[in-house]
């Protein structure tokens, strides 16, 4: 935080988009370092959770961009480097006595920070299915994932489709995307996704 331009000091998330890239940035460990997130072609992608670039790499995807965010970025450690992996969704996750929650069964692109909060969500609603359901766990696992493979999959292809819109070109489509994002308030918008609760989901009353 200390190295950060003043810009990147807000207690507050910022979204930069433009043609095939984006970025974001927002103050984490009690305000002690600024996480820096961003997006880009992914050229010769490393499968690897250990793989660095170099700044000089970091600043050549953003080459042309605002001085504001080259110089964040200068200002920041040694990056990591990952590849973006998707996978279509499941139509089921469970068999027998063995399930699936989290990532492990509905993969997505980090575009709505929905990653880890999704095995949060499977796992409140796993524990009420299998609590309802003790002598039948095979039965509770099936309801488990009837209950939330209809929301998992929608924020997997919501997702998936953030990719384009934060990627648009310069151009009409752009301009069109610029204005709704200008006029909206983006926890309104999508509020099915942040307010969400287990206790409430469509179904979980019925067990």
Not at 90 to 96: H, I, K, V
Not at 131 to 140: G, K
Not at 194 to 204: E, S
Request: contains cysteine.
């Amino acid at each position: 935080m200390d190295r950060a331009p003043d810009f990147a000091r807000r207690r507050a998330q910022t979204l930069w988009i433009g043609p095939g890239h984006h970025l974001v940035h927002y103050p984490v460990s009690a305000g002690r370092l600024v996480n820096l997130v961003a997006f880009a072609p992914a050229g010769d992608a490393v499968e690897s959770w250990t793989a660095t670039a170099t700044v000089r790499e970091f600043l050549a995807e953003f080459e042309g961009c605002n001085p504001r965010l080259t110089d964040l970025i200068r200002a920041g450690g040694t990056p990591g480097r990952w590849a973006l992996l998707d996978r279509a969704p499941l139509r089921r996750w469970s068999r027998g006595p063995i399930t699936l929650l989290g990532d492990a069964a509905h993969p997505k692109f980090p575009f709505f920070a929905r990653g880890a909060a999704q095995a949060v969500e499977d796992a409140a609603v796993l524990a009420r299915c299998l609590a309802e359901d003790l002598d039948a766990p095979s039965r509770a696992l099936r309801r488990y994932e009837e209950l939330r493979i209809p929301r998992t999959t929608r924020l997997q292809e919501a997702s998936h489709g953030r990719a384009h819109v934060n990627h648009l070109p310069d151009g009409p489509e752009q301009r069109l995307r610029d204005a709704s994002f200008a006029e909206a308030d983006p926890l309104a918008a999508n509020g099915w996704i942040y307010g969400y609760d287990p206790d409430d989901a469509p179904g979980i009353h019925a067990l």
